[in-house]
């Protein structure tokens, strides 16, 4: 069906994980830190989907991206809590500033 | 579908996907960065919809797009004009940039394996009709993976919980806050409500969380 070569996909997976690495370790935002995370996981998701299409005799590479997404939705409910938490505590959410268990 | 329209399908995807995810990081606002997200998460759907995997596409527009930037935009929403963060200590960078490069390096290292290869990969043989349907998955997901499939069910419960309880915070209990003259004789407890009236002024302090870990 599909005429566009799977290393295409991979392709675009891997510029996408590397984009939110890389946002990850150069921001100090900790929403953009957890938007980054999000990154990262839809960039594995496809990746999985896209090999799944080479292989596709089952569904195992779609059902992990499937739990994959169940659980990036639970790690951006927590992920968010504490990032409400934090701000309470700290009254920002810069990430340099999570030192309480410095000294 | 005759392969220009796949091939044009496909570079609006990725322009969306990249162009997202460069906003995601780059914004200074995050609610830019939001709807950076938003932008990558449909060109990724529309990916999906490439790879013969509807059902994948259609829960990525629900729980992604509209659910999870959702969260964002709420939460960015509630911090108000703190969300936005200058930037870190000059301190930090060199390392910061070393981790940067290291990952650039393995990315590097992994997409040129991916161009080495690309010959060993043979062409894409015809996908089943039922492919990424809801049927096709549903069924393997009641019955191959049945168990981490509940297993999922229980971890969002827990999030769930676990998130409200942590985002909430200490709320004084209000049966044991109310005024004491308001409350009858019997239902005080001398000794006790002093003491129960004290800690829970300590704990809308701020400083409470970090104790009592």
Known sequence: MST????????????????GSVGFLLRRNLLVLLMSIELMLNSVNLTLVAFNRLHPANHDGQNLAFFVIAVAAAEAAVGLAIVLAFFRVRKTIHSDEANLLKN | MNKPFDLVFFGVCTLLVLLGGVGTVAAKNPI?????????????????????????????IIVYAGA???LFLFVIMLLGPQ????????????????????????????????????????????????????????????????VPFELS???LLIAVVGAVAVARGKQPDPTRDAPEATLPEAAKGPPLTASVSATAAETNAPHVHVEEA
């Open chain 1, 4 to 19: 566009v070569p799977v290393e295409y996909f991979l392709i675009v997976a891997a510029v996408l994980f590397v984009i």
């Open chain 2, 32 to 60: 830019r960065g939001a709807m950076g997200l938003l932008t990558a998460i449909v060109g990724i759907a529309g990916m999906y919809l490439q790879l013969s995997a509807e059902f994948l596409a259609a829960i990525q």
């Open chain 2, 68 to 70: 999870i930037v959702v």
């Open chain 2, 83 to 146: 969300a936005t963060t200058s930037a870190g200590a000059a301190g930090t960078k060199l390392s910061r940039y070393f981790g940067a490069g290291v990952f650039l390096f393995g990315a590097a290292g992994a997409m040129s394996l991916v161009w080495r290869t690309r010959t060993e990969i043979a062409a894409l043989p015809k996908a089943p009709a039922n492919l990424g349907t809801v049927e096709g998955i549903g069924r393997e997901l009641f019955t191959t993976h049945i």
């Open chain 2, 153 to 155: 069910g229980a971890l």
